[in-house]
DNA sequence: GGCCAGGCTAGCA
DNA sequence: TGCTAGCATGGC
């Protein structure tokens, strides 16, 4: 029996449906996912605490919320910490309604408002996790990169059983990241840069040399110039963590392979845009490119799931 | 077996 | 400032 269960607010429109098969093709190893149950599953933490939580959705998507449970016992304030989390991870205060109506007065974008109804961001729990699973995303399939999350949690993450002794994991800490060094990620298939990219940044943060928590008083261009400076970290990796992390609005990851290949399909291009045609074409969806970026990326998710998008 | 993956660095002109 | 080889491995 939970020991502690809420229920959390959702603007409608949202789809849980769209949400399932989005991540068909975007696999995330920390979730365990009961589609006839309409559940979510994985283990949060709550400071540095890793609490298992059950995410049910209710209702439909014209009124949806979701029933928060968890077997562990908070106090009021992990209480008040873990559904502020969650309502972070499901943009729960996010109204698409504006988006769409913005997103209708431009003709390729206006069917994917209706193809990928109540389709929202899916964010990552904290900026630490948002960064390393960003940079081991670079240049990489999706699947494989699902797989080196999956052994790094496997090697590093603290494990957590339900009642029924199924083990879940939780995402390694800054300080167990920096505890690794290059070579004990080979063997899972990172390559050196790679390893060494993801611990070097683990270590600037257990050395004070990097503070997440004041990125949320920055401006976009502020972040990009600040994170960049790290070895292994450019442009696109800080875009997708402060639209994936942050949840930020108005974000556009115009060197991206998936949005170059979504764009020519959503627009009809004959040839495959450049990072310059990407940037000019965005700026009629300001300040709501990171949802349109989402939805063009879905349509080349709906592709490769064998759908239609159109 | 070749090409593509939700890139980045370092070296060079 | 802008261009490019090299990295490194899975998936199709």
């Given at each position: 029996?939970?020991?502690?269960?809420?229920?959390?607010?959702?603007?409608?429109?949202?789809?849980?449906?769209?949400?399932?098969?989005?991540?068909?093709?975007?696999?995330?190893?920390?979730?365990?996912?009961?589609?006839?149950?309409?559940?979510?599953?994985?283990?949060?933490?709550?400071?540095?605490?890793?609490?298992?939580?059950?995410?049910?959705?209710?209702?439909?998507?014209?009124?949806?919320?979701?029933?928060?449970?968890?077997?562990?016992?908070?106090?009021?304030?992990?209480?008040?910490?873990?559904?502020?989390?969650?309502?972070?991870?499901?943009?729960?205060?996010?109204?698409?309604?504006?988006?769409?109506?913005?997103?209708?007065?431009?003709?390729?974008?206006?069917?994917?408002?209706?193809?990928?109804?109540?389709?929202?961001?899916?964010?990552?729990?904290?900026?630490?996790?948002s960064m390393v699973k960003t940079i081991i995303g670079q240049q990489i399939n999706l699947a494989f990169a699902a797989n080196l999350t999956k052994r790094l949690l496997e090697l590093s993450?603290?494990?957590?059983?339900?009642?029924?002794?199924?083990?879940?994991?939780?995402?390694?800490?800054?300080?167990?990241?920096?505890?690794?060094?290059?070579?004990?990620?080979?063997?899972?298939?990172?390559?050196?840069?790679?390893?060494?990219?993801?611990?070097?940044?683990?270590?600037?943060?257990?050395?004070?040399?990097?503070?997440?928590?004041?990125?949320?008083?920055?401006?976009?261009?502020?972040?990009?110039?600040?994170?960049?400076?790290?070895?292994?970290?450019?442009?696109?990796?800080?875009?997708?963590?402060?639209?994936?992390?942050?949840?930020?609005?108005?974000?556009?990851?115009?060197?991206?392979?998936?949005?170059?290949?979504?764009?020519?399909?959503?627009?009809?291009?004959?040839?495959?845009?450049?990072?310059?045609?990407?940037?000019?074409?965005?700026?009629?969806?300001?300040?709501?490119?990171?949802?349109?970026?989402?939805?063009?990326?879905?349509?080349?998710?709906?592709?490769?799931?064998?759908?239609?998008?159109?």
């Amino acid at each position: 029996m939970p020991v502690y269960s809420s229920v959390i607010s959702l603007i409608p429109p949202y789809s849980f449906e769209r949400l399932l098969r989005r991540l068909q093709t975007h696999p995330d190893p920390q979730l365990l996912v009961d589609a006839h149950k309409r559940v979510l599953r994985r283990v949060l933490r709550v400071g540095t605490r890793p609490v298992l939580v059950s995410l049910q959705f209710a209702g439909t998507t014209e009124e949806p919320f979701l029933r928060l449970h968890t077997p562990s016992s908070l106090s009021a304030g992990e209480q008040q910490q873990l559904e502020q989390t969650v309502r972070h991870m499901f943009c729960a205060d996010l109204d698409l309604v504006p988006i769409y109506e913005h997103m209708r007065h431009q003709p390729p974008l206006a069917i994917l408002t209706e193809r990928f109804r109540g389709l929202h961001p899916f964010l990552d729990s904290d900026l630490f996790q948002s960064m390393v699973k960003t940079i081991i995303g670079q240049q990489i399939n999706l699947a494989f990169a699902a797989n080196l999350t999956k052994r790094l949690l496997e090697l590093s993450g603290d494990a957590v059983e339900d009642d029924e002794g199924r083990v879940f994991l939780a995402f390694p800490t800054e300080e167990a990241v920096a505890r690794l060094e290059p070579e004990d990620l080979r063997p899972l298939q990172f390559s050196q840069r790679k390893a060494e990219y993801i611990i070097d940044y683990a270590r600037a943060i257990v050395d004070g040399k990097v503070d997440l928590g004041r990125l949320w008083q920055m401006e976009d261009e502020e972040i990009i110039a600040c994170l960049t400076s790290l070895r292994g970290i450019g442009r696109w990796t800080v875009e997708c963590l402060m639209m994936f992390g942050m949840g930020r609005p108005n974000l556009l990851p115009a060197a991206d392979i998936g949005l170059r290949n979504g764009l020519q399909l959503v627009y009809g291009l004959t040839e495959k845009p450049d990072e310059k045609d990407i940037r000019r074409i965005g700026e009629a969806w300001a300040p709501w490119r990171s949802i349109c970026s989402l939805y063009i990326w879905e349509a080349v998710g709906a592709v490769k799931r064998k759908e239609t998008w159109e």
